[in-house]
């Protein structure tokens, strides 16, 4: 990898870099040494012109995504990477559990770049411009850490003028995998993000705590995660819902293929708002997982206007003694603006509610402790008398 430029930091500026934060604004550089074009591979001096760190460029706010903090790019980097990525994620690997998420951007060192593993594949996508040019490199450097274990290699691209590709091999979608002995069809070519949100995992085997002999509405069900959960539960009934209809036909068939009374599950393509409308009292246990209402600081007052909405009328509607699971994976929304909003929310429903638990996001979407923003997903566990 070849350093293209150097970045030279405002006095005062390096603190944050000393600190092992993985991005470098646009406002703490006071010049460039060099025309880097984005996704080059640069380095970040201090004003006293000492090297810091090394990373990729992208003409933005974010100017700089450090990968190795020091003076000198140790080789195989990628290699190294994903090695220590796979190894803090052994204890995943067992008979009830072949899924989760591998590489986890800045909390595994390697920012802008996002890898989940599905029973042998993996579905690869690149958050910046830098770790899209490198995708070829990352892809060998990922056969080499996983050898035999790996089938497949797919590359789905955010970036609006990439095209999805396979890097290795090929294998149809769905394609089945196990998540805590519950099975789940998962289509990376055609779903949302990789194809599963593995993030709820853990917070999907905690409602099975609650689930036994309830009515559950799982909003913003997507593929059907919560539901399949609740019904091994044993739920009394569960109505899954989703703007999208070809979520909830694979809704639905996760639920066949788990085999579970049809009976028992319905699902439902209808926005949630509109179905939460005339559902007073019918439903006991209520879940609110709805997509990042705020993608951007820009966006978060409407945003949190959206949750407090969402909120409220579900408690509103919930049976007396009702348990609500509420989300926000909005990652400019913090935990506790968050939890402000839900306690606005209960105000405006008039009903009294205990917070019986906070949840977050699982293991192997490691935060670091040095780059707090990595805490997107937070929770709560709501009673409504």
Not at 157 to 183: F, I, K
Not at 200 to 220: C, H, I, M, P, S
Not at 321 to 344: A, E, H, P, W
Request: charged fraction near 20%.
């Amino acid at each position: 990898m070849e350093i293209t430029a150097t970045l030279v930091l405002k006095p005062g500026r390096d603190q944050s870099v000393r600190r092992f934060h993985p991005w470098v604004f646009s406002g703490g550089v006071a010049r460039q040494q060099g025309d880097p074009q984005d996704g080059d591979w640069v380095e970040v001096k201090d004003h006293d012109q000492q090297t810091l760190a090394l990373g990729h460029y992208q003409n933005g706010s974010i100017m700089v995504r450090l990968i190795h903090f020091g003076s000198f790019l140790p080789p195989r980097i990628y290699e190294v990477r994903l090695q220590a990525a796979a190894s803090l994620r052994q204890w995943l690997q067992n008979d009830f559990t072949n899924c989760y998420r591998l590489v986890h951007g800045e909390g595994d060192g390697l920012p802008g770049l996002v890898i989940d593993f599905y029973d042998g594949v993996a579905v690869m996508q690149a958050h910046s411009v830098g770790m899209h040019r490198d995708r070829h490199q990352i892809a060998e450097a990922l056969q080499t850490v996983l050898g035999e274990r790996l089938k497949s290699i797919y590359y789905k691209p955010v970036l609006q003028s990439a095209e999805p590709e396979y890097l290795l091999g090929m294998t149809g979608v769905p394609h089945q995998v196990l998540e805590h002995g519950h099975q789940f069809l998962v289509d990376w070519e055609e779903g949302q993000k990789t194809g599963f949100f593995l993030d709820q995992r853990e917070n999907r085997r905690r409602l099975a705590d609650y689930a036994k002999g309830r009515t559950v509405l799982n909003t913003f069900c997507y593929t059907g995660g919560f539901s399949i959960y609740a019904l091994r539960a044993g739920a009394q009934l569960v109505h899954s819902v989703d703007a999208s209809a070809r979520a909830i036909e694979l809704t639905k068939k996760n639920v066949a293929v788990n085999g579970f009374d049809q009976t028992l599950h319905e699902g439902f393509a209808a926005d949630t708002f509109d179905f939460l409308k005339d559902k007073n009292g019918k439903y006991d246990l209520i879940i609110l997982d709805p997509p990042a209402f705020a993608k951007h600081k820009d966006s978060k007052h409407q945003a949190m206007k959206g949750y407090q909405r969402l909120n409220a009328e579900a408690m509103r509607v919930i049976a007396p003694g009702g348990i609500i699971f509420t989300f926000s994976c909005s990652q400019v929304v913090d935990r506790q603006l968050f939890y402000d909003t839900v306690v606005s929310a209960a105000i405006q429903a008039g009903r009294d509610i205990k917070v019986l638990e906070h949840l977050g996001q699982p293991a192997d979407h490691p935060v670091s402790i040095f780059h707090r923003e990595g805490e997107y997903l937070k929770g709560l566990v709501l009673h409504v008398s």
